[in-house]
């Protein structure tokens, strides 16, 4: 207890037992509004991995549409990867640059690819190409998790939206 130079100190500090509740409730909501945010939300592996390369392809899709340059989404399926490259203008030339980086798909397993006016394929590397005026090939995409299960992607060649479907009789 401290003393004053009149006497021992009455005068009590401390936060009152309003001030302690509006602490707690603000940490409380804080908490509340962060968890999802840190939590993994359920997702599977698989989902996840579905949920990239839609991204890489809408990513493909808009920066070929503002910068009016080619790009090309090259699938490996014998090494399960994604590779993304930008057909620059350089001086009248065109140069194949590497357009973020190389995506290993842990998840899942590329199994066929179909692009319209090109063909099947089950195995090699495989290019879609994405147009600067706002136009991809079509292209679907047949993938299986560890238990077996095929999942089918289809890429609109008009906006680069990709539609996802477990059935894979779906979007034939």
Known sequence: MPISPTGPSTKESGFT???????????AMISLLSLPLMMDRGDSAER?????????VKQLYNEAT?????????????????????????????????F????ELKALQLQ???????GSFRNGQVTVKIFPLGWMEQTQLALSSADGK?????????????KIDDDPQALR
């Open 17 to 27: 037992l309003l001030e302690l509740i509006l602490v707690v409730s603000l940490l």
């Open 48 to 56: 996840r991995t579905l949920r990239r390369i839609a991204g890489v």
């Open 66 to 98: 503002l910068t009016r340059d080619e790009h090309l989404l090259t699938f490996d399926l014998d090494r399960n990867r994604l590779l993304a490259f930008r057909m620059r203008r350089n001086n009248g030339r065109i140069e194949k640059q590497e």
């Open 100 to 103: 973020g980086r190389e995506t």
């Open 112 to 118: 066929q690819i179909d692009i319209e006016g090109k």
């Open 150 to 162: 095929i999942t089918r992607m289809a890429f609109s060649p008009l906006t680069g939206s990709v």
